[in-house]
């Protein structure tokens, strides 16, 4: 654990060294295959100090961090090609997956709140600073308020936890609290983070105005804090839980369908996927609020696999708007002429993301639709409404992009580059070899 902190700590000058930029790319490879290794074969399990230790869940969701952080910088060639501040484009990066690390390590709640809120600032400079248009000041502006005004509540709860109990350790933790203004206190902020649906708003506006690194970050780990935090704090919240995840549960499947018909009335291939990933969560979400073994297991994997897949999806757009210079469907037409290549990995991470087998979707889907029907029989129709348009907005999307007469010339062909295949398949290899090693993500309770 140590020697991780130490290592992010000591590459952040490394940044700023002019043609360290590769170097820096190199050894995020390096520390995430290190973090694997020494966490499967070694005792890397359990505390390293009062401070920061790890379990199953958070073994994970770092892995994760430090994957997506590395394919952000693959991804992100073109700040290193035109120079554009790339030395605190890096700077950034690094630090937001010191914070990341911080965050999923934290065995205090009051130092998990800490980097919790820490993660905003670095992904709020990528977005202002490494944005395409003057819209995403008002896209920063969303992100900061709604986060920022739901974790307030938290830091109260937080306080009223350590009035009662004495300690914020999470190991020591095992009170029953059955109080309605102190179990909206602790679960606000993380609804926010998901996002549950009625407070999502900020997620399409920040997906949409953020640099291709900026979404991946954002949809690859940044929506994940909300639903470990869950994990985390329903622990204490068991009582109130029972009495009162009927809300939210319904919230998000009606939500999750809603949302899912708003995505196949869009034409900007960013927001597209945006939206799906509320409806991904959505569904996550009612997962956890079941309180079942199924139910946190099940939306835990699916959070794994909706990361490396939205992240991949969000590459294949940026790679289409590096040519064309248009997010719109009505422009990327016909991509099949265009960039022959790579409609097979357009192919294949849509249909991920449709929670076809053999993805880590699939697993996930089918432990949260169990998880949901046993909760309740009624939330069938939500469900069966909610896969049928998951499945449909995953095909619009691929067939509006690829199928069609090419827009803006019809012999232009362009190839991609290498590094966009590796970045593609470095997704979606993850993402369907993980199945093969289920009970990581299904028995880790």
Same mark, same amino acid.
């Given at each position: 654990m140590l020697k991780f902190i130490f290592m992010l700590s000591f590459m952040i000058p490394l940044c700023f060294i002019s043609n360290f930029w590769w170097l820096v790319q190199s050894i995020l490879y390096l520390m995430a295959f290190m973090f694997?290794?020494?966490?499967?074969?070694?005792?890397?399990? !359990?505390?390293?100090?009062?401070?920061?230790?790890?379990?199953?869940?958070?073994?994970?969701?770092?892995?994760?961090?430090?994957?997506?952080?590395? &394919?952000?910088?693959?991804?992100?060639?073109?700040?290193?090609?035109? *120079?554009?501040?790339?030395?605190?484009?890096?700077?950034?990066?690094?630090? /937001?997956?010191?914070?990341?690390?911080?965050?999923?390590?934290?065995?205090? @709640?009051?130092?998990?709140?800490?980097?919790?809120?820490?993660?905003?600032?670095?992904?709020?400079?990528?977005i202002l600073g490494w944005g395409y248009q003057p819209e995403r000041l008002q896209a920063g502006i969303y992100l900061l308020f709604y986060t920022l005004l739901a974790s307030l509540p938290l830091l109260v709860g937080l306080f009223n936890l350590y009035f009662l109990n004495m300690s914020l350790f999470i190991p020591l933790m095992n009170m029953n609290i059955n109080h309605l203004f102190f179990y909206l206190c602790l679960i606000l902020a993380f609804l926010v983070k998901m996002p549950m649906f009625m407070v999502h708003l900020w997620l399409p506006k920040a997906h949409v105005e953020a640099p291709v690194s900026g979404s991946m970050i954002l949809a690859g780990v940044l929506l994940k804090? !909300?639903?470990?935090?869950?994990?985390?704090?329903?622990? /204490?919240?068991?009582?109130?839980? @029972? *009495?009162?995840?009927?809300?939210?549960?319904?919230?998000?499947?009606?939500?999750?369908? @809603?949302?899912?018909?708003v995505c196949l009335r869009q034409t900007d291939l960013k927001a597209l996927i945006a939206y799906s990933s509320v409806a991904h969560m959505g569904i996550a979400l009612a997962g956890v609020m079941t309180l079942s073994y199924w139910g946190f297991c099940s939306a835990y994997t699916l959070m794994i696999a909706h990361g490396l897949c939205s992240s991949g999806l969000f590459c294949l757009a940026n790679i289409s708007y590096e040519r064309l210079g248009s997010r719109s469907l009505l422009i990327n037409k016909g991509l099949m002429?265009?960039?022959?290549?790579?409609?097979?990995?357009?192919? @294949?991470?849509?249909?991920?993301?449709?929670?076809?087998?053999?993805?880590?979707? &699939?697993?996930?889907?089918?432990?949260?639709?169990?998880?949901?029907?046993?909760?309740?029989?009624?939330?069938?129709?939500?469900?069966?409404l909610l896969s049928f348009f998951s499945a449909a907005y995953s095909l619009y999307l691929y067939s509006y992009s690829q199928h069609g007469e090419i827009y803006s010339g019809i012999y232009s062909c362009s190839m991609g580059y290498l590094r966009e295949y590796l970045l593609l398949f470095l997704h979606w290899f993850p993402l369907n070899m993980l199945i093969l090693k289920g009970d990581l993500c299904m028995l880790w309770l």
């Open positions: 694997l290794m020494s966490c499967t074969l070694g005792n890397e399990f !359990g505390s390293l100090s009062y401070i920061f230790g790890m379990d199953v869940m958070s073994f994970g969701l770092i892995l994760l961090s430090f994957w997506i952080c590395a &394919l952000m910088i693959t991804a992100s060639e073109s700040v290193y090609h035109y *120079k554009y501040y790339n030395g605190m484009f890096i700077f950034m990066v690094v630090f /937001l997956l010191l914070m990341l690390f911080c965050t999923f390590s934290s065995l205090s @709640l009051f130092s998990f709140y800490l980097f919790f809120e820490g993660s905003l600032i670095p992904t709020l400079f990528l804090l !909300g639903g470990y935090g869950l994990l985390r704090v329903y622990k /204490l919240l068991m009582m109130s839980g @029972l *009495k009162y995840n009927f809300v939210w549960v319904g919230i998000s499947l009606v939500g999750g369908v @809603l949302v899912s018909l002429n265009f960039m022959p290549s790579m409609t097979l990995w357009w192919f @294949l991470l849509s249909s991920s993301n449709m929670a076809a087998p053999p993805s880590l979707n &699939l697993l996930g889907e089918i432990g949260l639709l169990n998880s949901i029907v046993s909760w309740t029989w009624i939330s069938m129709f939500m469900l069966m």
